[in-house]
């Protein structure tokens, strides 16, 4: 058996069947050459378990004899300690990739424990920006070079690139958890998030004027859904959160007693007061007939939500018809708050009005009586509905059935 060189593999030719030459110096290290002439270097050796394991760790004419005699070695070492290269190239092969890992926490975690909303905006943010850059990366080998490279190339929309960081982050977190990354190797770790300017803003009598008649246009015209105009005038009057919105389905909705009974949001469950334009908007849309099972604002289906991606498409064209093209529709329960405040009602009452969990969220837009979530549920959804109709704000007293 000859010692492998340089010379010696130049006189080796391709046959029928894969040619093997082994070294005399160095026991499992062996030159393999295809019949389509491709060579290769390989080490043969047994593993832990007595298996006889074969490995190709370099292709002849990219490494030379010198290179690969010294990598052989390495090899070997590395084998009589314990190691097993031919499975760990096999396990890493069959190793989850970052889009089969997305698919996992959507399975296994956002869905059974988060609310719809919050899913789809998940996998919106999975979709655009981290399968597209980095689905293809096995999860055991995503570096923190490569996240930066990620949350970098959003820099210029902050937000959006901190949310696709977090989620990520969270996504490594379960892999750790699932066992496919080792403990405390989240990539997502020092990553620096981007600062973020308040986003907070509410809309003005003149911009709720514009957007009301660009519904109206929308409305006579048909050119968006009569559904999407519902949503964007419920959240409107209510300052609802989106995902209740499109979450409620009609045995939610009590019009006698003016509320909405939802029993999961951002909070827990909860009451929402219907001021009187938002209950007139309601049971005119509750006209249609049999409600039961129905969402009240739905997709093409009344038994289907609408869908998030359809409704931000359809105001991101209503906001640019009323010339409001930075105005979300998360604006809308600011202004509710805002509104709140304005017309003189206190903490206490604009917390309960917008379901927040403390009054710390609510100190920004800033007495109960003896009915005053309604009594301000009416003042400031009819101060809305009338600057959206263009028109000096007009208080409508509750008159709830009996």
Same mark, same amino acid.
């Given at each position: 058996?000859?010692?492998?060189?340089?010379?010696?593999?130049?006189?080796?030719?391709?046959?029928?069947?894969?040619?093997?030459?082994?070294?005399?110096?160095?026991?499992?290290?062996?030159?393999?050459?295809?019949?389509?002439?491709?060579?290769?270097?390989?080490?043969?050796?047994?593993?832990?378990?007595?298996?006889?394991?074969?490995?190709?760790?370099?292709?002849?004419?990219?490494?030379?004899?010198?290179?690969?005699?010294?990598?052989?070695?390495?090899?070997?070492?590395?084998?009589?300690?314990?190691?097993?290269?031919?499975?760990?190239?096999?396990?890493?092969?069959?190793?989850?990739?970052?889009?089969?890992?997305?698919?996992?926490?959507?399975?296994?975690? @956002?869905?059974?424990?988060?609310?719809?909303?919050?899913? =789809?905006?998940?996998?919106?943010?999975?979709?655009?920006?981290?399968?597209?850059?980095?689905?293809?990366?096995?999860?055991?080998?995503?570096?923190?070079?490569?996240?930066?490279?990620?949350?970098?190339?959003?820099?210029?929309?902050?937000?959006? =690139?901190?949310?696709?960081?977090?989620?990520?982050?969270?996504?490594?977190?379960?892999?750790?958890?699932?066992?496919?990354?080792?403990?405390?190797?989240?990539?997502?770790?020092?990553?620096?998030?981007?600062?973020?300017?308040?986003?907070?803003?509410?809309?003005?009598?003149?911009?709720?004027?514009?957007?009301?008649?660009?519904?109206?246009?929308?409305?006579?015209?048909?050119?968006?859904?009569?559904?999407?105009?519902?949503?964007?005038?419920?959240?409107?009057?209510?300052?609802?959160?989106?995902?209740?919105?499109?979450?409620?389905?009609?045995?939610?909705?009590?019009?006698?007693?003016?509320?909405?009974?939802?029993?999961?949001?951002?909070?827990?469950?909860?009451?929402?007061?219907?001021?009187?334009?938002?209950?007139?908007?309601?049971?005119?849309?509750?006209?249609?007939?049999?409600?039961?099972?129905?969402?009240?604002?739905?997709?093409?289906?009344?038994?289907?939500?609408?869908?998030?991606?359809?409704?931000?498409?359809?105001?991101?064209?209503?906001?640019?018809? @009323?010339?409001?093209?930075?105005?979300?529709?998360?604006?809308?329960?600011?202004?509710?708050?805002?509104?709140?405040?304005?017309?003189?009602?206190?903490?206490?009452?604009?917390?309960?009005?917008?379901?927040?969990?403390?009054? @710390?969220?609510?100190?920004?837009?800033?007495?109960?009586?003896?009915?005053?979530?309604?009594? =301000?549920?009416?003042?400031?959804?009819?101060?809305? =509905?009338?600057?959206?109709?263009?028109?000096?704000?007009?208080?409508?007293?509750?008159?709830?059935?009996?």
């Amino acid at each position: 058996m000859p010692k492998i060189s340089e010379s010696l593999l130049k006189r080796v030719k391709p046959a029928d069947r894969d040619v093997f030459v082994w070294d005399s110096a160095i026991p499992g290290f062996g030159f393999r050459l295809k019949k389509s002439g491709a060579g290769s270097f390989i080490v043969q050796y047994r593993n832990s378990g007595g298996r006889s394991r074969r490995y190709r760790f370099g292709r002849y004419g990219t490494m030379t004899v010198t290179e690969a005699r010294k990598e052989a070695r390495r090899l070997l070492s590395a084998i009589d300690n314990g190691a097993d290269p031919a499975s760990t190239r096999t396990d890493k092969r069959g190793a989850p990739t970052v889009a089969v890992l997305a698919q996992r926490y959507f399975n296994e975690h @956002a869905e059974p424990h988060k609310r719809p909303s919050s899913v =789809a905006s998940d996998k919106r943010l999975n979709k655009a920006h981290i399968e597209k850059r980095l689905g293809v990366i096995k999860v055991a080998d995503l570096a923190r070079a490569d996240v930066a490279k990620m949350h970098h190339a959003l820099r210029d929309t902050p937000y959006e =690139a901190n949310r696709a960081l977090a989620l990520l982050s969270k996504m490594m977190h379960l892999a750790e958890a699932w066992g496919l990354r080792p403990d405390g190797s989240n990539p997502c770790r020092h990553v620096k998030r981007y600062r973020e300017e308040k986003r907070e803003r509410f809309l003005s009598g003149e911009e709720l004027a514009r957007i009301g008649a660009a519904l109206a246009d929308a409305e006579r015209d048909g050119s968006e859904a009569a559904d999407v105009i519902a949503t964007v005038r419920l959240l409107a009057l209510t300052g609802c959160r989106l995902g209740e919105i499109l979450g409620v389905r009609w045995e939610r909705v009590d019009l006698k007693a003016g509320v909405l009974r939802l029993p999961d949001s951002k909070t827990g469950a909860k009451t929402v007061q219907l001021g009187a334009p938002a209950r007139a908007l309601l049971a005119e849309m509750a006209k249609g007939g049999d409600s039961a099972g129905r969402y009240v604002v739905h997709g093409g289906e009344p038994k289907e939500p609408l869908s998030v991606s359809a409704l931000e498409k359809a105001w991101a064209r209503l906001r640019l018809k @009323a010339k409001i093209p930075d105005a979300r529709l998360h604006d809308f329960r600011h202004t509710v708050g805002t509104y709140g405040g304005a017309a003189g009602f206190n903490a206490f009452i604009i917390r309960d009005l917008l379901g927040h969990k403390t009054l @710390a969220m609510t100190g920004r837009y800033v007495e109960k009586d003896a009915d005053p979530l309604k009594r =301000a549920a009416d003042a400031v959804a009819n101060r809305i =509905a009338a600057a959206m109709d263009g028109k000096q704000a007009k208080i409508v007293e509750s008159k709830l059935a009996s």
